[in-house]
């Protein structure tokens, strides 16, 4: 038999190794035998060794979903397997199964850790084998991706033009139930059309969540292209709204939102929103506030009842220094205001001393004072908005129109106004104590004093 430090050191991976190591390597490798049809380890199980082939062979199988196994490799003598999980600590990534009756040599955990750190080396052999793996992987999906392509034009283009126009529309539904897909497109045949789809050669639909019938990834990509090419963006938001519209008819609320929001209808998924989950629903949060996120800034901090919102989904979120966050944000975009001011100055001592929902209850009072003071000017619940962002406002950009008494208020409300108001009354009530010393009952000297008091006080 052949001496097992020469063939050890013949295996590329471990040529690098000087002769002492290979004697440490060989001490720790544990010969292990398989039959032919055994499995090694099993995908998802944990990876506590890794393996050098000695003879036979084995092959590599992937369990993809719905129970679908695909061979990837199939490795002969002299190649490793069982280093991913080591690498990664993630559980195996596929099945090992001897082909033939194979002979192997087997490194614990512990082993393979130690040769690591005695050689760092080691470890950029394993990230040139998993580089080239990934590359022949990227190769085959992209060639694999071309292929279906083809396919599917193909498949398209031999339906008719009704069968077509609901193909591209469709890929805009979350998923595809022949009632809905029709009432929501008005399409007669969506039955027929779906059942076409189920019975081609070709995987053009698959079982999504909650087991619902939808198209597969790439032919949704590719009804989506011919979508954008033919109706254009305007066309497309439009068919998101009319999706929309009809989601709500089915009082189908996240849909109806997600689809206003996709056709940038603003106004439409700030009422729905408002209605649907301005409550507070916990289990919603989340959804509420992906669904903000997705408002143009300036749109949506020009709403307190937005800003309130996600805030409160933040604090549902158990998230309140993120509902801080977002009060401040919409606070920085508004003109400054001597109370607002006061508050966000509370805000942050108290942010500072970690009692964020406190901090966050302060910046809430401040929008409310800003809010009452815009309020009766833009309409409740609309505050300054920043210029320039795209998309529809909630309200039109108009002059507004002030009232004679409410302009007057506005005028006295001003604080420097007040001030100099104050200074000339107080000046002019001094000047006529002082000069014309008015017969009040009091010595001249006190009536001056007493207008000199005056001018102070006012
Ligand atoms: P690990 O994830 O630990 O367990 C399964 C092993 O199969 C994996 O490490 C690799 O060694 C090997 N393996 C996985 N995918 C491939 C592939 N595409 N080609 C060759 N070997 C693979």
Not at 78 to 107: C, H, K, N, Y
Not at 267 to 276: Q, V
Request: hydrophobic content about 40%; proline content about 4%.
């Amino acid at each position: 038999m052949a001496d097992p430090a020469i063939t050890i050191r013949s295996i590329p991976l471990f040529s690098a190794l000087s002769r002492e190591d290979i004697a440490k390597v060989l001490g720790k490798l544990e010969e292990v035998s398989v039959p032919s049809g055994a499995t090694i380890f099993s995908q998802g199980d944990q990876g506590d060794a890794f393996y050098v082939i000695q003879s036979g062979a084995v092959q590599v199988i992937v369990e993809a979903a719905a129970g679908r196994r695909e061979v990837v490799a199939v490795l002969g003598a002299q190649d490793g397997f069982g280093e991913m999980a080591l690498l990664s600590g993630e559980p195996r990534s596929a099945s090992v199964v001897a082909i033939a009756d194979t002979s192997l040599w087997r490194l614990s955990r512990e082993s393979w850790n130690e040769l690591i750190e005695k050689h760092p080396s080691w470890l950029l052999h394993f990230c040139a084998t998993i580089s080239k793996r990934l590359a022949r992987l990227d190769a085959q999906y992209s060639y694999g991706r071309d292929a279906y392509r083809s396919l599917a034009e193909n498949y398209y283009a031999s339906r008719t033009r009704e069968h077509q126009q609901f193909l591209r529309r469709a890929a805009l539904l979350d998923w595809l139930d022949a009632e809905t897909a029709g009432s929501l497109l008005r399409a007669n045949d969506a039955a027929g059309c779906i059942r076409d789809l189920q019975t081609s050669q070709l995987p053009l639909l698959q079982s999504g969540s909650d087991h619902r019938l939808e198209f597969h990834p790439l032919f949704g990509e590719f009804l989506r292209g011919r979508l954008a090419a033919i109706e254009g963006s305007a066309g497309e938001r439009e068919l998101h709204a009319d999706i929309s519209a009809g989601y709500e008819s089915l009082a189908q609320w996240p849909q109806a939102i997600e689809h206003a929001l996709a056709g940038e209808n603003w106004r439409r998924a700030r009422m729905l929103l408002i209605e649907h989950y301005g409550g507070g629903a916990e289990t919603s949060a989340n959804f509420v506030k992906t669904a903000l996120d997705r408002f143009p800034t300036g749109f949506f901090h020009g709403d307190t009842a937005l800003i309130q919102l996600k805030a409160d989904a933040m604090l549902a979120l158990a998230d309140p220094q993120g509902a801080y966050r977002v009060y401040q944000e919409a606070l920085a975009h508004q003109r400054s205001h001597v109370g607002v001011v006061q508050y966000q100055n509370m805000a942050r001592a108290l942010y500072e001393r970690r009692e964020y929902n406190q901090a966050v209850q302060c910046l809430r009072s401040a929008l409310k004072i800003l809010e009452q003071d815009v309020g009766e000017h833009r309409g409740p619940s609309l505050l300054r908005q920043s210029d320039g962002e795209p998309g529809e406002r909630p309200f039109s950009r108009q002059k507004t129109r002030y009232s004679p008494a409410l302009r007057l208020r506005r005028i006295v409300r001003k604080p420097s106004l007040i001030r100099w108001l104050g200074g000339i009354a107080g000046a002019a009530i001094w000047a006529y104590f002082w000069f014309g010393t008015p017969a009040i009952g009091l010595e001249p000297a006190a009536t001056k004093l007493l207008g000199l008091v005056c001018l102070t006080l006012i």
